[in-house]
Structures are given as C-alpha cells and as structure tokens.
C-alpha cells in the first residue's frame, strides 16, 4: 500500500495537482488516488476552479459552479465536498440518478437537474462559473454555439467557463458519441461573447503511447457590466 501511495502521490506531483489549495477532498489516500485515474479529465477541471475560485469556506459557499454534462457526478462530489454551491446538468436520466446516489452516499449536497444545454433551467447571470469537461464538444457547431449562448446568459458578469474540446483525430467514444474538432480560430468563434482568457493545448497518450489524443482547453470570461 506505502508503494502505490507513493506511486500516486509522485504522479500528482508531475501533473501539477497539488498546485493549488485542495482542502476536504485531498483528505484521503483514495482521493489522491481518485484525482490521478481520471486525470486527463477532472483535474484540469479542479485547477480551472481553484484558480479562479479558491477562497475561504464562505465564500465558497456563495460561489455557485455549474457542472455542464455532470455525467456520474464526479465533477459534483469534488465541488459539494469543498463547499461550493454545486449544480449540475445531463442529459441522461440514469446518469443524473447515479450522480444524486453518489452524493447522497457521502451526505453531500447538490442541485442536480436532467435537461437540454441549450435551454438551461436557470436563470439569467446566476453562475460564478461553468465546467464543461467535454460535453458541448458531442453537438454540432450550431448546437454548440446556442448552447455556449445559454452558458453566456446564466453566467454572472465578471463569471468564468471552462471548456474542453478535442482537437486530435483520435476518435474517442466514436460509436457512441458524435464529436465536433475545432481549432483554435474556430474556437474563438464559438466563443465570440466572451473575453477569451486562455487557449491551451493538453496532450496525453494511451497505449503505451500508441494513441496521442490532444485537447484545447478553453478559459472564457463573461464582461463586467
């Protein structure tokens, strides 16, 4: 067990997880080791909230964060375990089900809604922030941009969205999902309302580095009024 916690922790180190101020959810080995298996997905989503959103316990209490494509509610768990006001949005019934179960079995709370991104059930400037961990990239661009429309109406002036969007050729869930590639000038287009941050670009490998996938990685911000 001393070598896999190690294992974990030096993996956490290299990828840059413990750059910021995890407090609740770093209290446990199995979260460290939680953190490192979905890597690829999750901790980029954690840097972007605790960069933009660390603060005292109530302030992020008041901090309202929308995971977009809360899937099983990993995202959900993380945000409700260090104190934000977590809410989240799916698509898919079982999945909102699984979610709501996961936090109800570790006495968390959050606002937890089966729905359509593009007509979000909320109302306008009432996010802090948004997460999209690679779900507005399964529509179409035009679907995309009226749902980046809606992530703009729900976010308060001054709020942030984080978004990832494939950029590989790397075919990801192809027989389950249809997946829109954009570059970054495409990007920047779909974004056009908002003041976009940042643009990165994070490679990873799978396969003993037989498959190469690429994201961009996209921090938007809505103008104060």
Not at 73 to 89: K, N, P, T, V
Not at 145 to 167: C, N, W
């Amino acid at each position: 067990m001393c070598i896999k916690y190690i294992s974990v922790f030096v993996c956490c180190q290299m990828t840059g997880v413990f750059k910021y101020p995890f407090k609740n959810s770093f209290t446990s080995i199995f979260w460290k080791m939680y953190i490192c298996i979905f890597y690829f997905e999750n901790s980029l989503s954690y840097t972007f909230v605790f960069r933009y959103f660390s603060g005292s316990s109530s302030a992020r209490r008041n901090t309202k964060i929308l995971d977009l494509g809360s899937g099983r509610g990993s995202h959900l768990w993380f945000l409700a375990r260090e104190g934000f006001d977590a809410h989240g949005i799916d698509a898919s019934e079982s999945a909102v089900c699984a979610a709501r179960n996961l936090l109800r079995s570790e006495h968390l709370t959050a606002d937890i809604l089966c729905g359509d991104f593009s007509e979000l059930p909320f109302d306008s400037e009432y996010f802090d922030g948004i997460i999209d961990a690679a779900s507005i990239q399964h529509n179409s661009i035009d679907a995309a941009k009226r749902i980046l429309d809606e992530a703009y109406r729900v976010t308060k002036p001054g709020g942030f969205v984080f978004s990832m969007f494939l950029q590989s050729d790397r075919c990801l869930s192809a027989s389950e999902f249809f997946t829109t590639r954009l570059e970054e000038e495409k990007l920047r287009l779909l974004f056009e309302k908002f003041k976009i941050r940042d643009i990165d670009v994070h490679h990873y490998t799978e396969n003993s580095q037989d498959s190469a996938i690429t994201f961009s990685l996209v921090t938007a911000q809505k103008g104060e009024k």
